[in-house]
């Protein structure tokens, strides 16, 4: 199936636990990018991978962390949550970094 | 931060009147993207123009490009009550840099 498959939906974490959200590219994307949209705002860009590499990283903390496959799926790890990560967690993929993107559906984390 | 600026935040209008939505921006660009966003849904993807187009049409979709002035315009023709929903401008900078987002207009068709 094409398309970007983002799981889990939905998520509750408590405030200091660690969340994995994941990411399945659309077919024949090599480039996957991770934003946080907070309610009524736009998407804030996290970061970036292309072709398993780190390519480039908006302004979030450390504890904000991720990687890519060798089929370009993705993983977005949070470490130490707190009450301001919760959000809509959107990851999206293209064929390239100057291409247009596919979203999934997000991750709605929250974080109590 | 956010690189793009949409103007209104919100707009309301009749079913069948036509929504005009802008951006701006302040660096240079490789193209300008416009997305749609369902209620707290993924986005998804309706037109890219490039930083050499003006003018861009798909469906009773029309997106103009101003470099000069770091600016665009979407323009959704007869619209429907199932164009109600939130529509960001995104930027692809010069260079190899990922897309960045502007914080949207809501826009609300009534029926």
């Known amino acids: 199936e094409t398309g970007v498959t983002q799981s889990p939906t939905h998520l509750i974490k408590t405030r200091g636990q660690q969340v994995t959200l994941r990411c399945s590219s659309q077919?024949?994307?090599?480039?996957v990018s991770w934003y946080q949209q907070a309610l009524g705002q736009g998407p804030q860009f996290i970061f970036q991978?292309?072709?398993?590499?780190?390519?480039g990283r908006g302004n979030f903390p450390p504890r904000f962390s991720g990687l890519q496959f060798p089929n370009y799926s993705s993983e977005l790890n949070v470490n130490a949550l707190e009450l301001d990560d919760s959000a809509l967690y959107l990851c999206?993929?293209?064929?390239?970094?100057?291409?247009?993107?596919?979203f999934g559906s997000g991750t709605r984390l929250t974080v109590v | 931060s956010q690189q793009g600026e949409e103007d209104p935040q919100a707009l309301s209008i009749q079913e069948g009147e036509n929504a005009t939505m802008n951006c701006s921006y302040k660096?240079?660009?490789?193209?300008l993207q416009w997305y749609r966003q369902n209620s707290g849904r993924g986005l998804v993807h309706l037109i890219l123009?490039?930083?050499?187009?003006r003018e861009k049409h798909s469906g009773r979709l029309r997106v103009t490009l101003d470099t000069s002035k770091k600016s665009s315009s979407l323009l959704i023709t007869a619209s429907r009550a199932a164009d109600t929903a939130s529509y960001f401008c995104?930027?692809?900078?010069?260079?190899?840099?990922?897309?960045?987002f502007g914080k949207g207009t809501r826009l609300s068709v009534i029926a």
């Open positions: 123009i490039r930083s050499n187009e």
């Open positions: 077919s024949g994307h090599n480039t």
């Open positions: 999206a993929s293209s064929l390239s970094t100057l291409a247009d993107y596919t």
């Open positions: 660096t240079s660009i490789n193209n």
């Open positions: 995104a930027t692809a900078p010069s260079g190899n840099t990922p897309l960045v």
């Open positions: 991978y292309y072709r398993e590499e780190e390519n």
